[in-house]
């Protein structure tokens, strides 16, 4: 037969060709179709990047135009969608909301679509992206029993996607430029990350020709583990619990004891063994958003930062190149803007959408696509014959 690598945990398999994103883990670079994300994250702007994901190079300023306006048609979902949510316990993590809601579109798009269809796969894609924010606040809304707020089409993505989680139908509400600014480049350096445990789902589920909608779903459920999108959620509450400058040793320590199963959460990565750049700007934006909100003594910030640098003078974590990731400062951005940590995955999922879609995209053009299909080592019971239960 065909002779092949054992690789737990995929550590040194490559699964796919890809054009979409470049991660140098040594350098600390990552790079979408080429651009720096710390160039993006400055420069650009969400729904920019979506198109550079998508279609792989800048929009001309018409380009980028008819896709906004493409994505803001698709903002609403089918009224019928609302019904799902009541299905679920109030207090229901909204992640688990968006697993069964999101998966529920595939319902609204599957005999209608042909994703053998390149202009239909196309369709397929900017609904996702158009749909999810509304799904995501959604799941917010109903977490804290207030009405849905329809998506308002005059907002630009970021400020509509405030909108439907902090407005509400008795009072005006402005969204805060500072805010929206803070909330694009959080989505925008959650955008892509290549072969990450929920894009390689989204792309093993797609693999089978499954209906796409579905298939993000499949990305959703795991991105939920705190081993990946649930460290940003994981991460807050351990600062909190942290709670004050003086208590950090104590954590640095369960963190290094080998028989404490407790990690410093926000810390560590797979393929970053130098900065996560991402966090780096994270950083940066946690500075100035909470600057501007005039809250910079923010305890938590506090402890965040000091964590990260007892931590980076540590030899456990030196030599285990253990720096901090993405996760481990967008919580404080996202706790300052209203948000509660249940909401911290979700809005990562609504992020990593586009990466899920272009990746599923990019692999159904792919003429070497073929469904996923790893082996094993085989380790159980060699043959043996039944036994009759009486006999046993
Ligand atoms: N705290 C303490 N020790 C750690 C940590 C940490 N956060 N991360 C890794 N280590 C140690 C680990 O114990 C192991 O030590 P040893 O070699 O002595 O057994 C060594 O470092 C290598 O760790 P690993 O678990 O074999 O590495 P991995 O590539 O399988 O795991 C990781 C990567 C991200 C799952 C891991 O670093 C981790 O659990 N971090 C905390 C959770 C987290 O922040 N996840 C977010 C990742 S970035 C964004 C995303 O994907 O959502």
Same mark, same amino acid.
């Given at each position: 037969?065909?002779?092949?690598?054992?690789?737990p945990g995929f550590t040194s398999?490559?699964?796919?060709?890809?054009?979409?994103?470049?991660?140098?883990?040594?350098?600390?670079?990552?790079?979408?179709? &080429? $651009?720096?994300? =710390?160039?993006?994250?400055?420069?650009?702007?969400?729904?920019? !990047?979506?198109? +550079?994901?998508?279609?792989? #190079?800048?929009?001309?300023?018409?380009?980028?135009?008819?896709?906004?306006?493409?994505?803001?048609?698709?903002?609403?979902?089918?009224?019928?969608?609302?019904?799902?949510?009541? &299905? $679920?316990?109030? =207090?229901?993590?909204?992640?688990?909301?968006?697993?069964?809601? !999101?998966?529920? +579109?595939?319902?609204?798009? #599957?005999?209608?679509?042909?994703?053998?269809?390149?202009?239909?796969?196309?369709?397929?894609?900017?609904?996702?992206?158009?749909?999810?924010?509304?799904?995501?606040?959604?799941?917010y809304k109903y977490s804290i029993?207030?009405?849905?707020?329809?998506?308002?089409?005059?907002?630009?993505?970021?400020?509509n996607f405030l909108y439907m989680?902090?407005?509400?139908?008795?009072?005006?509400?402005?969204?805060?430029?500072?805010?929206?600014?803070?909330?694009?480049?959080?989505?925008?350096?959650?955008?892509?990350?290549?072969?990450?445990?929920?894009?390689?789902?989204?792309?093993?589920?797609?693999?089978?020709?499954?209906?796409?909608?579905?298939?993000?779903?499949?990305?959703?459920?795991?991105?939920?583990?705190?081993?990946?999108?649930?460290?940003?959620?994981?991460?807050?509450?351990?600062?909190?619990?942290?709670?004050?400058?003086?208590?950090?040793?104590?954590?640095?320590?369960?963190?290094?004891?080998?028989?404490?199963?407790?990690?410093?959460?926000?810390?560590?990565?797979?393929?970053?063994?130098?900065?996560?750049?991402?966090?780096?700007?994270?950083?940066?934006?946690?500075?100035?958003?909470?600057?501007?909100?005039?809250?910079?003594?923010?305890?938590?910030?506090?402890?965040?930062?000091?964590?990260?640098?007892?931590?980076?003078?540590?030899?456990?974590?030196?030599?285990?190149?253990?720096?901090?990731?993405?996760?481990?400062?967008?919580?404080?951005?996202?706790?300052?803007?209203?948000?509660?940590?249940?909401?911290?995955?979700?809005?990562?999922?609504?992020?990593?959408?586009?990466?899920?879609?272009?990746?599923?995209?990019?692999?159904?053009?792919?003429?070497?696509?073929?469904?996923?299909?790893?082996?094993?080592?085989?380790?159980?019971?060699?043959?043996?014959?039944?036994?009759?239960?009486?006999?046993?």
């Amino acid at each position: 037969g065909n002779v092949f690598t054992h690789d737990p945990g995929f550590t040194s398999t490559s699964a796919c060709e890809s054009e979409i994103t470049f991660i140098d883990g040594d350098k600390g670079e990552l790079l979408y179709r &080429g $651009y720096p994300i =710390d160039q993006l994250a400055e420069k650009s702007h969400y729904l920019e !990047v979506c198109f +550079l994901l998508l279609y792989g #190079h800048l929009p001309t300023a018409q380009e980028l135009e008819d896709f906004e306006m493409r994505v803001t048609r698709h903002t609403m979902v089918h009224e019928q969608i609302t019904k799902f949510f009541s &299905g $679920y316990r109030r =207090d229901a993590h909204p992640m688990a909301t968006m697993v069964g809601v !999101v998966g529920a +579109l595939s319902a609204f798009y #599957h005999d209608s679509l042909d994703i053998n269809d390149p202009w239909q796969r196309e369709v397929a894609a900017v609904r996702m992206i158009a749909k999810v924010p509304t799904i995501t606040a959604m799941a917010y809304k109903y977490s804290i029993g207030q009405p849905f707020m329809y998506p308002k089409n005059s907002l630009d993505y970021a400020s509509n996607f405030l909108y439907m989680c902090f407005a509400v139908p008795a009072e005006d509400y402005e969204v805060n430029p500072i805010l929206a600014r803070a909330m694009d480049r959080i989505f925008t350096l959650h955008a892509d990350h290549e072969q990450n445990a929920s894009t390689s789902t989204v792309r093993l589920a797609g693999s089978s020709g499954a209906n796409p909608f579905a298939c993000i779903a499949a990305g959703i459920a795991c991105l939920w583990g705190p081993a990946h999108g649930g460290a940003n959620q994981a991460s807050l509450e351990m600062l909190r619990e942290i709670g004050t400058v003086d208590r950090i040793p104590e954590y640095i320590a369960r963190a290094k004891d080998k028989d404490d199963p407790f990690r410093l959460m926000g810390f560590g990565h797979r393929v970053y063994k130098n900065f996560d750049p991402r966090a780096k700007v994270m950083k940066e934006s946690a500075d100035e958003v909470l600057g501007l909100l005039g809250i910079e003594n923010n305890e938590t910030l506090k402890v965040a930062k000091e964590l990260e640098r007892i931590a980076l003078e540590d030899e456990y974590f030196v030599s285990k190149k253990l720096y901090p990731n993405v996760d481990f400062y967008s919580g404080i951005i996202l706790e300052a803007m209203g948000f509660p940590t249940s909401m911290f995955t979700p809005i990562f999922a609504l992020s990593r959408t586009v990466g899920w879609i272009s990746q599923w995209r990019e692999m159904l053009a792919d003429p070497a696509q073929k469904i996923g299909r790893p082996r094993q080592l085989y380790t159980g019971a060699t043959r043996r014959d039944y036994i009759d239960v009486e006999d046993r």
